[in-house]
């Protein structure tokens, strides 16, 4: 079965550079989700996004900004990079916003130095 | 949003019987529980969801009492894989989860 694409896997920047992260979500899954996790850290969430409109934010600095395409596909921008910015990122998606089950995608594990 | 408290870390040995208890306290009407499995740099998977009472599926049961302030995750004897971050969520279809502090569990042989 299809699952949630993420890409790159994994991402080396400097300090205050920019950075783009892509998310493909399951077919029919018009829901995206994104989740910052740093090490030993539980997953924060970030921003949502249903039917290409934002849905809900949570903890998502002012230096990042997401968006959902036509296609569903949604991307990640974070800006200014900072050493605490490093951290695994997941994209999830889900057929219905809110509590549907989320599927989670492998992670693109960014290191900012 | 519902704020979920979990243990931090919990032992067990393979083939038993683990319990995770949740506590919920502020619970929403509209709110679901949702319980998620994560391994070390992995993302989380769906394991079970319920509104009340009791829901099971291939891999796990959770219990819900009628007044919905807690719940309980239980993994029928456990094997050394099952050694993972588990997580208690919950909301409804109109505000997106938020994952808290989960549960470590370690499973030992």
């Known amino acids: 079965a299809a699952g949630v694409i993420q890409s790159p896997r994994h991402l080396i920047k400097e300090k205050r550079e920019t950075a783009t992260l892509k998310c493909y979500p399951i077919p029919r899954h018009d829901t995206v989700y994104w989740y910052q996790q740093g090490p030993g850290q539980d997953p924060q969430f970030l921003i949502s996004f249903y039917e290409k409109m934002q849905s809900d934010k949570g903890s998502i600095p002012d230096r990042f900004s997401a968006q959902q395409f036509s296609d569903y596909h949604s991307e990640l921008n974070m800006s200014s990079l900072e050493l605490g910015d490093s951290a695994l990122y997941f994209c999830?998606?889900?057929?219905?916003?809110?509590?549907?089950?989320?599927?989670f995608g492998p992670g693109t594990r960014l290191t900012v130095l | 949003l519902a704020k979920t408290t979990q243990p931090i870390s919990m032992d067990s040995y393979e083939g038993q019987e683990v319990n995770i208890t949740c506590s919920h306290n502020n619970i929403a009407t509209n709110d679901y529980i949702t319980w998620y499995q994560q391994f070390p740099s992995q993302g989380p998977r769906f394991i079970i969801q319920?509104?009340?009472t009791k829901v099971t599926n291939e891999v796990a049961s959770l219990f819900i009492p009628a007044d919905r302030k807690s719940s309980t995750l239980s993994l029928p004897r456990v094997s050394l894989s099952d050694t993972a971050v588990y997580y208690c969520l919950s909301g409804d279809n109109n505000n997106d989860m938020r994952f808290g502090a989960g549960t470590r569990l370690t499973v030992k042989p």
């Open positions: 999830a998606s889900s057929v219905d916003r809110g509590g549907d089950e989320q599927f």
């Open positions: 319920g509104y009340k």
